[in-house]
């Protein structure tokens, strides 16, 4: 049989899909396990959403919409933008999508010529590099650590930039470091990749789950950025698979041709609910969650430093606390396994966010209650030691 396509050999696997099926199987023999491998909120999508795609169901609105998403759900996330960052930005430059995975499908569709490199920082959100694989470009991972904050810099993109560079993807808050761009550092960045005539593409899906400090848009920056952004995480709804891409008017046509093409439209119903999003009454609800994940970090950080993990980033941001683990073995996919397996604790070993020192990292999310935190926190103490 003819075999697939080549770069097929380059799309990885999750690693931590192997841990969660032995968690499940662990789980299937009545053992109970501690999840803080999870990449999602815990909570549940807040109730006026829910019932606002009850009504959109029940009222028959379950036809396509415009390939760009509903009118108004774009006019909303303007609005936002105004009310939360004071920054104007036209609901035709709005393009909703399927969760941000959607937007950096269509963002690099766009943008990726064959054999094109785009810098990515390692560690990082592991399927940017298959986005960028998938259109045969070629990602560029940049070790980031400590010294620039997990984050890419002007610095590391003059060292990594040639005649190929099509731009480069940063996040902020960052998968799995958590660690923030500042406004200045953005418009260092900005200024740097338009130096080079390149793109920046900032993704903003953990916008909102800042504690201490808020996020500064990308958007504020210039028109010539893209971002990313989902519903995914601080509006709590990841399965209903809804996001948006912020595009820069000279790129609007190509976008919406490509989103036509690939997508058709995003889900009917979840833009009916996404529209209760940006209600007092659901704000209200998700900054009150957002205070209990800021409770949980302040729990966990130190707690796991106790523990013999090191924080190597700053936790900003997201739900995620970035540790080196190398005082406590020397390979985190080993230590991963034995705190599964001999602790009850799931826990993401380095390995999936890029080459640079995974054996050293583990990323723990806080995507579970503070009681089920505080057994983890026990669990793991017995078992190193502690
Ligand atoms: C940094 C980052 N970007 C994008 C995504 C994709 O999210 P979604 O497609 O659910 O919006 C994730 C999911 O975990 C992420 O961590």
């Known amino acids: 049989m003819r075999p697939a396509a080549r770069r097929n050999q380059d799309i990885a696997p999750f690693h931590v899909m192997e841990l969660l099926a032995r968690a499940q199987a662990l789980e299937a023999q009545g053992r109970d396990i501690v999840h803080m491998e999870v990449g999602e909120p815990d909570f549940p999508t807040p109730a006026p959403i829910v019932r606002a795609a009850q009504a959109a169901i029940a009222a028959g609105k379950t036809y396509y919409t415009p390939a760009l998403g509903l009118p108004e759900l774009r006019q909303a996330i303007a609005d936002f933008y105004l009310s939360r960052y004071g920054v104007q930005v036209p609901a035709r430059r709005i393009v909703v999508t399927a969760g941000a995975s959607g937007a950096l499908t ?38 980031v650590g400590p010294d620039d904050n997990f984050q890419l810099t002007p610095a590391l993109l003059a060292r990594h930039w040639d005649e190929q560079t099509a731009g480069a993807l940063v996040a902020s808050p960052a998968n799995p470091t958590g660690t923030l761009l500042s406004a200045s550092e953005l418009e260092a960045l900005a200024a740097a990749v338009r130096e080079r005539d390149g793109h920046l593409l900032v993704d903003e899906i953990y916008h909102g789950l800042s504690y201490g400090q808020d996020c500064p848009s990308a958007l504020a920056t210039g028109e010539d950025l893209w971002v990313i952004n989902s519903f995914s995480k601080y509006f709590q709804m990841t399965g209903w698979r809804l996001g948006w891409l912020v595009v820069p008017e000279p790129y609007l046509r190509d976008v919406e041709k490509l989103a036509q093409n690939l997508f058709i439209a995003p889900s009917t119903p979840a833009q009916h ?12 609800i998700l900054e009150e969650r957002r205070a209990i994940l800021g409770a949980r970090r302040d729990y966990l950080a130190p707690a796991l430093e106790r523990l013999g993990f090191r924080l190597a980033a700053r ?13 406590l073995a020397a390979d985190s996919f080993q230590l991963a396994t034995r705190l599964l397996e001999e602790a009850g604790v799931a826990a993401t070993p380095g390995l999936d966010f890029g080459q640079h020192q995974p054996e050293r990292h583990m990323r723990f999310a806080y995507t579970t209650d503070q009681a089920r935190l505080e057994e983890a926190v026990a669990r793991l103490g017995r078992h190193l030691g502690r």
Do not use: I, K
Request: proline share 11%.
């Open 106 to 143: 269509l963002a690099l569709a766009c943008l990726t010529e064959p054999g094109s490199r785009w810098l990515l920082a390692d560690p990082g959100y592991p399927c940017n590099r298959h986005f960028v694989r998938v259109f045969e470009g070629e990602p560029v991972a940049v070790p």
């Open 315 to 327: 936790p900003e941001g997201a739900f995620y606390l970035w540790c080196d683990s190398s005082a």
């Open 273 to 284: 609910a996404a529209l209760a999003a940006f209600a007092p009454e659901t704000q209200a």
